[in-house]
């Protein structure tokens, strides 16, 4: 009876599996009169920069034949990707069904079964959806490929194309890692780079070395295994000592793909440019790009950061009249880490949020003159049941009224938190959104001082808001896209609102610029102090600090730059490293500026005066005041000699 059932099962397992391979070679018979897939076009993309200068990092440079790489490249791949690539018809059945077997039974995706054709047929993609339309889709290309070209020529194209760690194609790979190429590469170099493509970022030998020893000897076991090598030249090959050289793109920048990552992330987001290259024939992509300023920056950075060599740092610059991103960078070195921080990390902000914080009470009746008296402060909340003790930068508290504009000078918390109360929570979140920030903010006491995690190239959004003289704009770093006939296929076009009062901002650009002011110097010192005598133009500048974040932004009319620095495990960071990027800021604006003329400012408002008054009380100037400073005004608020105390209309607060 047994056997009986088991003959009846085997029978219709028979049936079926004749039934798949009628249909399989049904739709081979189809693929086979479809027009042949250009298959080296598979990641082809050129990007250009602001000139229209070629300036690709990483896209193949040359495209070599199967009999231009080393047999050790072809063995090591084959025996870690896919060793029975020459016998199977695009899709190894037998390896699908033990992954299939293995996955379901530890409840665990442990082990995957594309094939060499298949991931060459995911590489015509711009990205890796995982949807089911498209997997159908790359399974029709594979089938596709596996109909038009032989097993050579499928995997000349796989190795032309493959990611290897930022670096595509083997050819690219080799002259990057080793400085030769691929066809001299030795088999200890062939087994480290045929383990890359598994995980790029982890398996790096630069980033990551140990790791890609550790997949090189799987792999080395591999090709043992299926006697593509003997024990004994695996063993030489596990203690070959090898040399990385990480040649570097033509304009000899190490932060070069950070950019070139970033363009890749906003092509993607990009809804009408056709998802596989096949439909395009390869991508001409124009960017932002400016060479020069990105290499000031990153000159900058490795002057100034030299000191600290485990101190990371991401910034941008942009172009505040039009929002273009002409320098990014997402790390120091990206052969040590791929990971951007410019667009993927989140960190607190600090008292960079607070221009934000002071546009809205500028707008909402404040003066540079309006005064709190900072002290030491605890507010209270709920009915006296939760308090917050914000507490100045070093316990330094003037015990005593101060104006906006010393306030921004010094970042003084506990007047930014008077403030912050005094307009009511939801009221600098509502300007947050105005200027663009995406991130969810909560009206808490202590967002006044930046206590929320925001990405820097969305702070850089909002700051643009402020730098553009009250107009949204949203960064760019793709003007235009065409294919390889010059077709053009994306076109940016300029989307521009004015969303903050152009006068306001005005009066707030200046107090901004009091941040290395002199005549600021009293019983305490502006930020930005020591880089007074390095600034030759005018700037508006905002620093940020926390227990493990340093930002600063800073900007005129002509560029706007924001840096963060800090570590990526979270710990502490010492005061030395904002000293750091504030010195690498100014180094990379004024570099970046020296041929511009005049002071790059802003012109004044017709509704806007100015006015001589003691910087510290905010009280206008007469004969026996020792500091005078111009501040600026809307018409009719200028200053007078007695101000209403505002302190006493926030009923939270009580002093120490």
């Given amino acids: ?306 000191e600290n060599p485990d101190l990371e740092v991401a910034s941008v610059v942009m172009e505040p009249t039009s929002g273009k991103v002409l320098a990014l960078t997402g790390g120091r070195d990206y052969k040590l880490s791929q990971y951007n921080r410019a667009t993927s990390a989140k960190r607190q902000v600090g008292s960079s949020i607070k221009p934000f914080l002071y546009y809205d009470a500028l707008e909402n009746g404040f003066t540079p003159s309006t005064t709190f008296k900072s002290e030491k402060t605890t507010f209270t909340f709920q009915n006296n049941t939760s308090t917050y003790s914000p507490e100045n930068y070093n316990s330094n508290y003037p015990n005593k009224q101060i104006s906006m504009a010393a306030a921004l000078a010094y970042s003084d918390n506990i007047y930014a938190v008077k403030t912050h109360l005094f307009l009511g929570e939801e009221s600098l979140v509502n300007t947050m959104k105005r200027v663009g920030i995406q991130e969810e903010l909560k009206p808490i006491p202590s967002l006044a001082l930046g206590t929320i995690e925001i990405n820097l190239l969305d702070m850089m959004e909002g700051y643009n808001t402020l730098a553009s003289g009250g107009d949204h704009l949203e960064p760019y770093l793709i003007r235009k896209i065409t294919d390889q006939e010059g077709n053009v296929l994306y076109e940016k076009k300029e989307e521009k609102e004015n969303v903050l009062n152009r006068s306001v901002v005005f009066v707030l650009n200046e107090m901004l610029t009091n941040s290395y002011a002199s005549e600021f110097i009293d019983y305490n010192y502006p930020t930005c102090i020591n880089l007074a005598p390095k600034i030759t133009k005018k700037y508006a500048i905002k620093t940020g600090t926390t227990n493990t974040d340093h930002l600063i932004f800073g900007y005129n009319q002509e560029l706007l730059m924001g840096i963060w620095a800090g570590y990526d495990d979270n710990r502490e960071s010492d005061v030395k490293d904002g000293n750091y990027i504030k010195n690498m800021w100014v180094d990379t604006m004024e570099a970046s500026l020296k041929e511009i003329e005049g002071d790059g400012w802003y012109e004044i408002p017709s509704n806007v005066v100015g006015v001589l008054v003691d910087p510290i009380s905010g009280k206008p100037a007469n004969e026996s005041t020792q500091k005078k400073k111009m501040l600026y005004y809307i018409k009719g608020s200028e200053p007078f000699d007695d101000f209403e105390e505002l302190d006493d209309l926030i009923p939270t607060m009580k002093t120490e």
């Fill in 1 to 306: 009876m047994i056997v009986k059932k088991w003959k009846k099962v085997g029978k219709i397992i028979g049936v079926f599996l004749f039934v798949m391979m009628l249909i399989y070679i049904g739709i081979y018979a189809i693929a086979r009169m479809m027009p042949k897939l250009p298959i080296n076009q598979a990641n082809s993309f050129d990007l250009y920069d602001i000139h229209d200068e070629l300036f690709t990092a990483s896209n193949q440079k040359e495209w070599v034949s199967l009999d231009e790489i080393s047999p050790y490249v072809i063995d090591a791949t084959l025996a870690i990707e896919d060793k029975h690539f020459y016998e199977h018809q695009g899709f190894d059945f037998l390896r699908i069904a033990k992954a299939l077997f293995i996955n379901f039974t530890s409840g665990e995706t442990k082990q995957g079964a594309s094939t060499i054709t298949q991931q060459y047929a995911k590489n015509l993609f711009l990205d890796f959806d995982k949807t089911w339309e498209r997997k159908i889709e790359e399974a029709w290309l594979t089938i596709r490929l596996e109909a038009h070209y032989s097993k050579d020529k499928i995997l000349e194209g796989y190795l032309n194309t493959i990611n290897y760690g930022g670096v595509f194609g083997i050819e690219n790979a080799s002259q990057y890692y080793y400085g030769k190429k691929a066809k001299d590469l030795t088999l200890a170099e062939a087994s480290i780079l045929a383990g890359i493509p598994k995980d790029p970022t982890h398996y790096s030998p630069i980033s990551n070395l140990d790791a890609a020893k550790e997949r090189q000897s799987l792999i080395l076991n591999f090709m043992v295994e299926n006697q593509y090598i003997t024990e004994e030249e695996k063993e030489q090959a596990e203690t070959e000592e090898l040399t990385f050289v990480g040649e570097e793109n033509e304009y000899n920048l190490s932060t070069l793909m950070y950019y070139q990552d970033a363009v890749m992330k906003e092509l993607k987001s990009i809804k009408t440019i056709p998802s596989s290259f096949l439909k395009t024939g390869g991508l001409k992509i124009y960017t932002n790009l400016d060479p020069t300023i990105q290499k000031n920056m990153e000159d900058s950075m490795n002057k100034n950061l030299s």
